[in-house]
């Protein structure tokens, strides 16, 4: 996995709470077999006019928002479905972390699993956010901010520092980029001697 | 004397793999359920990373989600639909992993056929990549939905880092109403606790209403638990429990020795749970959700609720992009919403009881002239006990469309979809923008109420039917 430290780069806002996976990423674009590609299906109903060209009206569309690496939005994002597709249809578009006073729980995991860092803030630093981010594009420039990982900040440059809560095991592995499944293997003696202790050890299936 | 525990705190205990310093928690999972959508990439990276599956014999799969539920003799004609289906029968057959293919007697929607096969069992860990998982909480399981990096995990690991999540009694005292049923107090609930109250918990459903629920209603309630936000939803097991299981093909042989371990689960008096809510069962009213998330429900004997008296503004900004969204006015009564499609089917309600309820009402009637209608049962044994009974007929008589099984027009994924602008009674579990079709737009309501819509073509209070 990618490993995440630090992260400088412009932030795209989507005004919208209850953002769900049905929307992050259509049903039509999960018959793909691979992990990638993803992208070019992101936000694919609001993204698109039913022609095929981009809806200008659409948040991500603007073109001061483009290239955006942070995305920010209201609360509940990714709710619905546990589809992995979200976040890989959010890191292939070019986002590696979200910023949200809320987030369901299984998009929330995902997150974790493709290098990105979910950031969780009060609403009013939220807001807060949207504010500042809604000024600088009126003065015609994209709102930046940091997410530092090591220390659990997120800051701009002009004076917005908040730091977020993010579980130290699951920080370790993004900032380390590690696999979770070498990880959970070197506990495999124990996972053996949980088999034997509920009667599974006749069954078949080996250690890997 | 050891403190009381609830029933959450009883199967964490005993599947708590171990706790290393600094680390999440490993917690054991029994059975790994796997579908066609969210398995793929699971299984090729145990290929790059040249791993094993490392408990064949406790994973299960089917193809569910992407297959039509039309002529199975046919060929499927999306080449990339077939892709995926193919991809999932060459996974299990070189990881030795049973499938429950297309054509087999058994095949069906993955929550409905796992407690139906005895696969579920009260105490057990369980987990799909899958949202609605939470359906087996209904036996007394733990049971959640995962994404596809967890699936691998699951598959090379049999376990999963979990931290415990935080426990949420949701207690439900009294009864249902006659025509009021678990799809209406499920949706009650979720309207109650928002999309994302029980973010965090594990609903454990308590109380008198619940106990007198039957297993497949159970079911319903269980599903669901994530449209409020909870992974999980649980219910203690008990004897409506043990009877629904005895005689299921994969449970225990020495089913009895089972049923007194399963007796020591339900939560010990006195349990201390992280939240409680009250609700009373005699309070609920057949549900219609109005908008494009499953808290955006009302009674049918409602009207469209208006945004500019929601307080919260983010509500009502939702509220108001719904409406649009959904092409509806503010104050219209709920009951004078004309409906263009039924969709009777999905892992909420594709059970024996729910299509013996929508039989009930549509027997002797007729499919509104304006109305498309079609009921998917959830499984090829669900099917072959509707024709049993002879509820196809009923069905095809009234006008319905009599399916395959498979998930269909509840995520939509295969061909059956709705057109833009058109408008469904579905009894499936999500109403969000373009769940069922772009540009569709759907009501959830229960199979009572799906069917009496059908019949209608608009929103009709069940409790006034005049069945025949």
Not at chain 2, 197 to 212: D, H, S
Not at chain 2, 346 to 375: F, K, P, Y
């Amino acid at each position: 996995m990618q490993p995440f430290t630090t992260l400088t780069g412009n932030v795209a806002p989507l005004d919208r709470a209850n953002v769900d996976t049905d929307q992050i990423i259509p049903k039509q674009f999960l018959k793909r077999i691979e992990r990638t590609g993803f992208g070019q299906f992101l936000f694919f109903d609001w993204r698109f006019l039913p022609d095929g060209s981009p809806d200008p009206a659409f948040e991500l569309n603007q073109p001061i928002r483009q290239g955006a690496s942070i995305l920010l939005a209201r609360r509940n994002f990714g709710c619905g479905s546990s589809r992995e597709h979200a976040p890989w249809a959010l890191a292939d578009y070019g986002f590696r972390s979200v910023i949200a006073p809320t987030f369901a729980d299984i998009f929330f995991n995902n997150c974790f699993q493709n290098g990105m860092v979910p950031v969780k803030l009060d609403e009013s630093d939220v807001e807060e956010l949207f504010r500042r981010a809604a000024a600088a594009e009126a003065a015609g420039q994209a709102y930046r901010l940091t997410v530092d990982l090591q220390n659990c900040l997120v800051h701009d440059d002009g004076g917005f520092s908040r730091s977020f809560p993010v579980d130290s095991f699951r920080r370790h592995c993004l900032l380390e980029g590690l696999d979770n499944i070498d990880l959970s293997l070197k506990h495999v003696d124990q996972i053996t001697a949980w088999e034997n202790a509920h009667g599974l050890a006749s069954l078949k299936g080996g250690a890997t | 004397m050891p403190a009381p525990r609830t029933l959450l705190d009883k199967i964490w205990d005993d599947h708590l793999v171990c706790s290393p310093d600094g680390e999440q928690p490993l917690i054991y999972i029994d059975r790994h359920l796997v579908h066609e959508v969210t398995s793929a990439q699971a299984f090729e990276g145990l290929r790059v990373a040249g791993r094993r599956v490392r408990r064949p014999e406790a994973t299960f799969a089917t193809p569910d989600h992407n297959i039509p539920t039309t002529d199975r003799s046919l060929p499927i004609a999306d080449p990339i639909s077939k892709q995926q289906i193919d991809t999932l029968r060459a996974n299990c057959r070189e990881f030795g992993i049973r499938l429950f293919d297309l054509g087999d007697a058994d095949q069906g929607i993955v929550h409905v056929i796992g407690p139906e096969l005895g696969i579920t069992q009260p105490g057990m860990t369980i987990v799909c990549g899958d949202s609605h998982t939470a359906t087996h909480g209904a036996l007394g399981a733990l049971a959640f939905g995962i994404g596809t990096s967890e699936v691998e995990h699951v598959l090379a690991a049999q376990t999963l880092r979990q931290s415990k999540p935080k426990s949420f009694e949701v207690r439900v005292e009294g009864e249902l109403y006659p025509g009021v049923t678990a799809k209406d107090l499920v949706l009650y609930i979720i309207g109650r606790l928002t999309t994302e109250g029980g973010a965090g918990y594990v609903i454990e459903y308590t109380g008198p209403c619940i106990r007198r629920l039957g297993m497949e209603e159970r079911m319903t309630v269980c599903n669901m638990s994530i449209e409020a936000g909870a992974r999980a939803g649980m219910i203690a097991p008990d004897r409506i429990t043990f009877d629904y299981l005895r005689g299921r093909d994969l449970v225990p042989k020495d089913f009895d020795r089972a049923v007194a371990r399963w007796e020591t689960l339900p939560s010990d008096a006195g349990a201390r749970y992280d939240r409680s809510e009250t609700f009373s069962g005699g309070d609920v009213v057949p549900q219609v959700t109005w908008g494009t998330n499953p808290a955006q429900v009302v009674g049918v004997d409602a009207t469209v609720p208006d945004p500019a008296s929601m307080t919260d503004p983010s509500d009502r900004s939702s509220a108001a992009r719904a409406l649009e969204y959904m092409g509806l006015q503010a104050g219209t009564p709920i009951a004078a919403i004309p409906i263009d499609r039924v969709f009777i089917g999905s892992c909420t309600n594709s059970r024996i009881e729910d299509l013996r309820a929508a039989a009930s009402v549509v027997r002797g009637h007729q499919v509104a002239s304006r109305v498309r209608a079609m009921v998917v049962p959830g499984s090829g044994r669900v099917k072959r006990q509707a024709e049993a009974e002879g509820l196809d007929r009923v069905f095809t008589a009234a006008g319905f469309e009599w399916r395959e099984a498979g998930c269909s027009m509840c995520l939509g994924m295969n061909p059956d979809t709705l057109a833009p602008g058109e408008r469904c009674a579905s009894t499936s579990n999500r109403n969000f923008e373009g769940r069922q079709g772009k540009g569709g737009r759907t009501h959830l309501v229960s199979p009572a109420m799906a069917a009496a819509a059908a019949v209608t073509g608009h929103f009709t209070d069940i409790r006034q039917w005049r069945y025949h």
